[in-house]
């Protein structure tokens, strides 16, 4: 038995619906234990790609390997893995207990040990006590536990979640987050979680794919996902971004010199693919790498600007700026630790922005 | 005057609905009451209490085989077409099916076809075939004209019913088949007794096509009509009819306190 390094293997699989591509030569790895999420807009193919895994839906092209075996024509009934569904789908006419027993009647377990185990995952997901209760009976959260319990009762290799989180409210969820993970941490099962929501996949998870259009744009950890995207989709859709004009000056030895509107001219240490003089591309800064200030400061770049808005969120204020030579004005996130800032810079007051030019990202117009 | 005007519609609701409740339930009253009259004709007043013409339908022999043709008919019936019904049903919600609509005014076109002609071109078609006449025959006719009320209930059934239910019980390792059984079946019981009954009800009480195709084994309709021809007979006709109602008051009773059971319990914690 040859132990694959990765629990999930999906290979250049594409599905077309009739009228879109919903998943467009996908690759994806998933490594044994991790918690996986799958983040992008709705209709960008993640849903697909988890219900190919699941074995509802198939792919076009490609394979789905999981634990090293090929799935191809393997009923949703017989692979080794188990899904927490968007609106749970808990069974109406079992109660809490039978809906977990629900998976576990083909396994070999004797009537003691197979109670034993319902109960075990019942305490597991803190709904000991509530068996005999009928689904129509429990809050949200609960049915999310149930539908959770259900799963894992079986011990799949791996636990397929589509966008479990979204129907509960903020509190809730926040709660539930934390949770999951905790639990997915215990178990140690492989989970792949689907999420539109981007702080809940930057919150649980240790990898993320983001998807676009049927494609995988990038797939990274969390910090390297927002401080590192690989090209201005993921930049975009994962936090704030502000995004500047630049075109190339010069290029020697790996560096490059790029005038960037509003800033001027830029020393960057590194180099776009096939760079040269006059390639016009996009330069980006998040707004909280972004400093104001009334007096100029000698930060590596350091530019004055006219506020155009200002509104105060407690623990940060969100500016606008307008600065010449840029057509839409920047966003800047100031969190709120200095208390000399008793109050915000005024619309049309005059201030000055600073950054390092570390913070500054770019992506050629081409896309990843 | 504006206050006297609600109360002016409360009475006429009330004229109206009592009306209309004496127009519907009085005719049948008088079945049970001329039933236990004793005498032979119709008419008021009333002779005198008595139960011979019961004693007399427990007597007659061909009334007795009536009923168990009309009950062994209704049956299959019932049971043939609720069994269609579920099969058409989930293949209609479950699927998305090359020009649904014309299949489902197919399916529905039966409900206007007058039964005086499906009854007679199905006497032309089944001598035609060979298949002769009887209760297979009416069992044959009856399905056809109950199967789209069953198509009707268990659609409406079907309908409102989650797909994730289903890829949920796949996906906790059950084949389809015994998805269907686990998940399907339970949560579409209540649709299929409504389906049964209904369809029961139709075939136990269908006149024409039973008229037409039943031949020597009449089925209870086509043999109180029978009876109508010999005024001596008609007291244990309205005897028979009697209790036909009370069979029916008794199935729609149970029926509903099914339905309340099933309620409860969904209520009260189970096991």
């Known amino acids: ?64 390997h ?36 629900y998976g576990l009647r083909l396994f070999d377990l004797s009537k003691d040990e197979k109670r034993r185990r319902v109960e075990d995952m019942l305490a597991a997901v803190r709904l000991d006590g509530l068996g005999s209760r009928s689904s129509d009976q429990l809050s949200g959260g609960q049915r999310q536990r149930v539908a959770l319990a259900r799963a894992l009762v079986r011990q799949p290799k791996v636990l397929l979640l589509d966008e479990p989180l979204g129907a509960l409210d903020k509190t809730l969820r926040e709660e539930m987050q934390v949770e999951l993970r905790e639990l997915q941490q215990n178990v140690g099962i492989t989970f792949i979680f689907v999420t539109h929501d981007q702080e809940e996949a930057l919150s649980m998870s240790d990898r993320i794919a983001v998807m676009s259009r049927g494609r995988i744009l990038q797939v990274a950890a969390p910090i390297d996902l927002y401080e590192r995207p690989n090209c201005a989709g993921v930049a975009e859709f994962i936090g704030d971004m502000n995004f500047l004009e630049g075109v190339t000056e010069s290029t020697a030895s790996g560096r490059s010199a790029v005038r960037v509107a509003g800033i001027g001219v830029v020393e960057f240490e590194n180099c776009l693919v096939s760079e040269k003089p006059g390639l016009a591309h996009r330069v980006a800064i998040r707004p909280e790498k972004l400093r104001v200030t009334s007096q100029r400061t000698d930060a590596e770049i350091c530019i004055p600007g006219t506020v155009v808005s200002s509104s105060y969120w407690g623990d940060q204020s969100q500016l606008r700026v307008s600065i010449d030579g840029c057509a839409t004005p920047v966003a800047v996130a100031a969190h709120n630790v200095d208390p000399l800032q008793d109050h915000l810079p005024a619309r049309g007051s005059q201030v000055w922005l600073s950054a390092s030019c570390s913070a500054l990202l770019r992506f050629s117009e081409q896309g990843s | 005057m504006m206050r006297h005007k609600p109360e002016r519609g409360r009475q006429l609701r009330k004229a109206f609905s009592s009306g209309y409740l004496f127009y519907l339930y009085l005719p049948i009253l008088i079945l049970p009451i001329f039933s236990f009259n004793d005498s032979f ?3 008021f007043p009333l ?64 409900i206007v076809v007058p039964e005086l002609i ?56 059950e084949t389809p088949w015994q998805t269907f059984w686990r998940i399907v079946f339970p949560l579409a019981v209540p649709g299929i007794v409504a389906s049964f009954l209904l369809t029961f009800t139709i075939s136990f009480d269908e006149f024409l096509i039973a008229f037409f195709l039943s031949a020597t084994e009449p089925t209870l309709p086509v043999y109180l009509w029978g009876q109508l021809r010999f005024p001596k007979k008609l007291p244990s006709a309205l005897a028979l009819g009697t209790l036909i109602i009370a069979v029916s008051f008794v199935v729609v009773a149970f029926a509903e306190w099914m339905r309340r059971q099933r309620t409860l319990q969904g209520i009260e914690p189970g096991n």
């Open chain 1, 1 to 64: 038995m040859s132990e694959s390094k990765y629990m999930v293997e999906v290979l250049n699989a594409s599905r077309q619906f009739d009228d879109c591509l919903a998943l467009d030569n996908v690759d994806l790895c998933v490594r044994r234990g991790e918690f996986f999420s799958l983040l992008g807009p709705s209709g960008c193919g993640k849903s697909t790609l988890l219900r190919v895994i699941a074995g509802f839906d198939h792919a076009d092209t490609g394979s789905v």
């Open chain 1, 66 to 101: 999981v634990d090293g075996r090929n799935m191809h024509g393997v009923p949703p009934y017989r692979r080794p893995c188990n899904m927490v569904f968007q609106n749970y789908a808990i069974f109406p006419h079992l109660n809490v207990y039978n809906n977990v027993a």
């Open chain 2, 41 to 43: 004709y119709i008419s």
């Open chain 2, 47 to 110: 002779q005198g209490f008595t139960t011979r013409w019961y004693a007399e339908l427990g007597a007659d022999p061909s009334i007795i085989s009536a009923l168990i043709s009309s009950l062994q008919i209704a049956s299959v019936t019932a049971l043939l077409s609720t069994i269609l019904g579920v099969i058409t049903a989930r293949a209609l919600t479950r699927h998305r099916l090359r020009g649904q609509k014309s299949i489902l005014t197919m399916i529905m076109l039966p």
């Open chain 2, 118 to 173: 499906l009854g007679v071109s199905l006497l032309l078609a089944l001598n035609e075939i060979g298949l002769g006449l009887g209760k297979w025959a009416v069992v044959a006719g009856h399905t056809l004209i109950c199967f789209p009320f069953a198509v009707a209930i268990l659609l409406s059934r079907f309908e409102g019913f989650d797909m994730a239910l289903e890829e949920a019980s796949l996906d906790l390792g």
